[in-house]
C-alpha cells in the first residue's frame, strides 16, 4: 500500500517562503515521478511542478515559475517544494501526486496525499 503524507503548510505573509515535503512509504520510490497540485477554494486542482524519478528533469506551472522549486531525496523517500515569494494567490491545499510518468494531468497520477493547506495573507 502507498501512502503520501504531506507536511510543512501553514501561514504565511506576502513575500515569505514555505517548505512543503511528502514523505513516500514502499520500496520504489525511487522509480516513479512526482508532482505537487494544488486546489484552491472554488476552483479545479492544479498543476504546481513535477520531477522525474532521477531528479534529472524538472516542470513547473507558469505560475510559480521562478518562485518555487520542486526536489527529491530518493533515499529518504521524500519529495519537496521549495515556495519562495508567495503570493496570496498560492493560497490552497497543496497535494503530493506519484505517477507513472511525469506528467501535468492529474489523471495520471495514481497516488495521492491527503493535502497540507498553504495560506498567504497580504
Known amino acids: 500500500q502507498v501512502q503520501l503524507e504531506e507536511s510543512g503548510g501553514g501561514l504565511v505573509q506576502a513575500g515569505g517562503s514555505l517548505r512543503l515535503s511528502c514523505v513516500a512509504s514502499?520500496?520504489?520510490?525511487?522509480?516513479?515521478?512526482m508532482g505537487w497540485f494544488r486546489q484552491a477554494p472554488g476552483k479545479e486542482r492544479e498543476f504546481v511542478a513535477a520531477?522525474?524519478?532521477?531528479?534529472?528533469?524538472?516542470n513547473y506551472a507558469n505560475a510559480v515559475k521562478g518562485r518555487f522549486t520542486i526536489s527529491r531525496d530518493n533515499a529518504k523517500n521524500t519529495v519537496y517544494l521549495q515556495m519562495n515569494s508567495l503570493e496570496p494567490e498560492d493560497t490552497a491545499i497543496y497535494y503530493c501526486?506519484?505517477?507513472?510518468?511525469?506528467?501535468?494531468?492529474?489523471?495520471?497520477?495514481?497516488?495521492w496525499g491527503r493535502g497540507n493547506q498553504v495560506t498567504v495573507s497580504s
Open positions: 514502499g520500496r520504489t520510490f525511487s522509480s516513479y515521478s
Open positions: 501526486a506519484r505517477a507513472e510518468v511525469m506528467s501535468q494531468s492529474p489523471l495520471a497520477y495514481s497516488y
Open positions: 520531477i522525474t524519478w532521477s531528479a534529472g528533469i524538472t
